[in-house]
């Protein structure tokens, strides 16, 4: 499309003094206002195509214009970006990204757009990984469809399961290959607050075990399929960028045995709290209590993991992980120069078995700071260098981290 939109913006502008030659008439006198029109510029001039933009000054326009709010004038606002990439899980990788935006109704000025984000990505450690996810708000935001779906393959650092197997035992591998999918359904019950329900598919396998006992004997295979009730209350203003607002989530799930691989029937409970206020001009205050409690007979595949790119930042996701989960971050996002930005954080977080064997000794310390660059309308790409304990890694990824 930006070669498209380059070819025609020359034709227009090779098209214009041919028409401008054309209408003066080869300087015969102009009867409507009793004068003489000046003479043409010489042919050669005239007919003299505009100059080539370079590719730097294209590519420049394009990313440019890319934050502009177009959704009014097209059915879908794609733009593409790509490029390098580190991670403490995959090392140096290369990405492709195409973000989104779209309004179900047109006419409606006060939804804010729905947002689709497809990926394709692959690193030098072998990892690999397609995905698609998005939210679609309809009927002046009062129904909801979200979505996320990703396959991916990745040589996976392991150290075993629970607090101590992550800061005592040594490193060692696996092969992780997964494919999930959910699909929650929201409706407005009354004001902000809305309910539904989520499908969940997984299909998990381990391989490679460089250390086999890591994983206490279980199945390095799992298949397992989720229904959950929803409950949520929702007063963001923009959901993949909030500047204002509470957002309250809970969702308790259950993994029939007859729907997966598993010797017994599990249970999931996921709680988030989110809070969003402005402090003085250009910056946000936010802020994220969250919980995942899972069955005692989890699976390794599925218990709760610390860490990556949303929660404990610079750890390694997957290090520390048990049946439960808690974590909590405060985040100051300060507005720098136009479409720039900055951020500083601490949290912490905690895994545990169960809520009656959680330990206030085995909290572990998050903080970092990162940059923003709003690549389009209330949609950023971010770039954060996090810090734990005896741990660090830089992320690259869209969206706010929550």
């Given at each position: 499309?930006?070669?498209?939109?380059?070819?025609?913006?020359?034709?227009?502008?090779?098209a214009?003094?041919?028409?401008?030659a054309?209408?003066?008439?080869?300087?015969?006198?102009?009867?409507?206002?009793g004068?003489?029109?000046p003479?043409?510029?010489?042919?050669?001039?005239s007919?003299?195509?505009?100059?080539?933009?370079s590719?730097?000054?294209?590519?420049?326009?394009?990313?440019?214009?890319?934050?502009?709010?177009?959704?009014?004038e097209?059915?879908?606002d794609?733009?593409?970006?790509?490029g390098?990439?580190?991670?403490k899980?995959n090392?140096?990788?290369?990405?492709?990204?195409?973000?989104?935006?779209?309004?179900?109704?047109?006419?409606?000025?006060?939804?804010p757009?729905?947002?689709?984000?497809?990926f394709?990505?692959?690193g030098?450690?072998?990892?690999?990984?397609?995905?698609?996810?998005?939210?679609?708000?309809?009927?002046?935001?009062?129904?909801?469809?979200?979505?996320a779906?990703s396959?991916?393959?990745?040589?996976t650092?392991?150290?075993?399961i629970?607090?101590?197997a992550?800061?005592e035992?040594a490193?060692?591998?696996?092969l992780?290959s997964?494919?999930?999918?959910?699909?929650?359904?929201?409706?407005q019950?009354?004001g902000n607050?809305?309910?539904?329900?989520?499908?969940d598919f997984?299909?998990?396998?381990?391989?490679?075990?460089?250390r086999?006992?890591?994983i206490?004997g279980?199945n390095?295979?799992?298949t397992a399929?989720?229904?959950?009730a929803?409950?949520?209350?929702?007063?963001r203003?923009?959901?993949t960028d909030?500047r204002?607002?509470?957002?309250?989530a809970?969702k308790?799930s259950?993994?029939?045995?007859?729907?997966?691989s598993?010797?017994?029937?599990?249970w999931?409970?996921?709680t988030?709290?989110?809070g969003?206020?402005?402090?003085?001009?250009?910056?946000?205050?936010a802020?994220?209590?969250?919980g995942?409690f899972?069955?005692?007979?989890t699976?390794?595949?599925?218990k709760?993991?610390?860490?990556?790119?949303?929660?404990?930042?610079?750890?390694?996701l997957?290090?520390?992980?048990?049946?439960d989960?808690?974590?909590?971050q405060?985040?100051?996002?300060?507005r720098?120069?136009?479409?720039?930005?900055?951020?500083?954080?601490?949290?912490?977080?905690?895994v545990?078995?169960?809520i009656?064997?959680?330990r206030?000794?085995?909290t572990?310390?998050?903080?970092g700071?990162g940059?923003?660059?709003?690549?389009?309308?209330?949609?950023?790409?971010?770039?954060?260098?996090g810090f734990?304990?005896?741990?660090?890694?830089?992320?690259?990824?869209?969206?706010?981290?929550?």
């Amino acid at each position: 499309m930006p070669a498209l939109r380059t070819i025609l913006f020359g034709a227009l502008l090779f098209a214009a003094p041919l028409s401008r030659a054309q209408e003066s008439g080869g300087g015969k006198p102009d009867d409507s206002i009793g004068c003489i029109r000046p003479q043409p510029e010489p042919a050669g001039d005239s007919l003299a195509p505009a100059p080539r933009r370079s590719l730097l000054h294209r590519i420049i326009d394009y990313f440019g214009q890319a934050n502009r709010d177009r959704t009014f004038e097209k059915k879908i606002d794609f733009t593409f970006i790509g490029g390098p990439s580190y991670s403490k899980e995959n090392q140096f990788s290369l990405s492709v990204m195409a973000s989104g935006l779209y309004r179900i109704d047109r006419t409606d000025s006060l939804t804010p757009p729905s947002n689709i984000t497809a990926f394709v990505t692959g690193g030098t450690t072998g990892f690999y990984k397609v995905g698609i996810d998005g939210n679609t708000l309809l009927r002046q935001n009062r129904h909801r469809i979200v979505y996320a779906l990703s396959f991916y393959s990745q040589p996976t650092k392991y150290w075993g399961i629970g607090y101590r197997a992550g800061s005592e035992n040594a490193r060692s591998s696996f092969l992780d290959s997964r494919f999930e999918v959910s699909v929650k359904y929201l409706r407005q019950a009354a004001g902000n607050l809305f309910a539904g329900i989520e499908l969940d598919f997984h299909h998990i396998r381990g391989r490679k075990f460089g250390r086999p006992e890591y994983i206490e004997g279980e199945n390095p295979t799992t298949t397992a399929t989720g229904i959950g009730a929803l409950l949520e209350y929702d007063s963001r203003d923009v959901i993949t960028d909030a500047r204002k607002g509470l957002y309250i989530a809970m969702k308790a799930s259950w993994r029939p045995k007859f729907l997966s691989s598993l010797d017994r029937s599990l249970w999931q409970v996921e709680t988030t709290i989110s809070g969003y206020q402005p402090l003085w001009k250009g910056s946000v205050l936010a802020c994220e209590l969250y919980g995942d409690f899972n069955s005692p007979h989890t699976p390794w595949s599925l218990k709760a993991k610390l860490g990556g790119s949303q929660r404990m930042r610079g750890y390694y996701l997957g290090r520390y992980n048990d049946n439960d989960m808690l974590t909590f971050q405060v985040e100051l996002r300060q507005r720098i120069w136009r479409r720039i930005g900055c951020v500083v954080w601490g949290g912490a977080g905690n895994v545990f078995p169960a809520i009656d064997r959680f330990r206030w000794d085995h909290t572990l310390p998050n903080y970092g700071a990162g940059l923003r660059w709003e690549f389009k309308k209330r949609v950023n790409i971010r770039v954060d260098y996090g810090f734990g304990r005896k741990t660090s890694g830089i992320l690259f990824s869209m969206n706010e981290a929550f």
